[in-house]
């Protein structure tokens, strides 16, 4: 009996958390979701993991769209506004808010707290307060950043120093417009910001494909 015990404890240790599958159809009891699309029209989205231009070559959302708490999006829309202003062409997403069961898949192709967060604690991007985004120009092309989104490499760091001066510059632009909207930067993504103002459940909501 005893060995059973430990046999079942064990398992439990490796199993995936369970957490409750919300349908499209259902309503979500933890959260405000908002299409971004919703609250700034002309953001662009390139939602890599819809697709197989991503590091794992497969897709893990049915389709690309974009999702985040009420207050991140509205955050975001005042970025793309922000960079607008300032003479840029706004906004392009790689990924938003990711289903918690997608976080596993990634997790398993890269079980590296580096690069990937641990399902088992969860990421932000769970939690729909997260962001992977670069900028535009004016003629709507990305701005050089030095390495193109989920390069697991020093030169995506954002402390990395042998990028040339325009690369730099175009860095901090986002940078400094994330920031002033109530995001933090990961030091090894310069793509990769999370809302700090409010703090939210881990979500596991599946949106419906339009």
Known sequence: MRKLQFLFTILGFFATPS???LSA?????DADWVDILTVAPDVVLDIRYATTNNFMY?????????YLRKEVADAISRVHKRLKAQGYGGLKMFDCYRPHSAQWKLWKKVPNPQYVADPRKGSMHNRGSAVDLTVLDKNGKELDMGTGFDVFDKKAYIDYTGHPANINNNRKALQEAMIAEGFRTTRTEWWHFSYTKKSYPISNYQWKCK
Do not use: A
């Not at 159809?25 to 009891?29: A, E, L, S």
């Not at 497969?58 to 974009?66: A, L």
């Open 19 to 21: 957490v409750s599958i």
């Open 25 to 29: 159809q259902t309503p979500n009891p």
């Open 58 to 66: 497969e897709k893990v959302y049915d389709c690309g769209e974009c």
